[in-house]
């Protein structure tokens, strides 16, 4: 079995009700695929990014134990994102359901190359470009305080498996707004 860190997010209603309801779903859609919840941050809201003016979002971090590959894993993320009302629009805009691959069992994918090219790309490229591939670890983790503050629930001491930095590590080099903009419910 391979552990993995997901991160959860909606901010918009989708088939299944308000996002509170979708993250409760969400939980049982991984049960159903076999996709073994063993740690779970409690909810937090955050600013929309990049538009503040979009609804907040309400966001929570998983570990899950799988015995399926990282590809697998980010189809199955999918469908449970189609299911819960998730259509393709703007990049980074408001979705009824968000689940991102943070991690697979520290693998780097496809290289470290191709890691260091997305994590190095400009803040306004990145708004407008989009891998093709899976790209793991999740190439923006370390820039998003909604993503690192649930995950020092549970996972405080997982290291990047680039930056060489923890959890709680990357989330103290954030900006003190960017940690007091999520907000625990």
Known sequence: MTKCLISCGANI?????EPLETLKIVLEELRIRKLEVIGK?????SLAFPNPQEP???????EIKVDFRADDVLTLLKQIEVKMGRREGTRWGSRSCDLDLLSFANQISPSSEVFNFWYKMPLEEQIIAKPNILLLPHPRLQDRAFVLKPLMEFAAEWTHPVLNASVTEMYHALSKEDQDSVKLI
């Not at 941050?41 to 809201?45: E, I, K, T, V």
């Not at 907040?56 to 998983?62: I, Q, V």
């Open 13 to 17: 209603a989708g088939p299944f009700g």
């Open 41 to 45: 941050s409690n909810l937090y809201s």
């Open 56 to 62: 907040k979002y309400l966001n929570r971090c998983l």
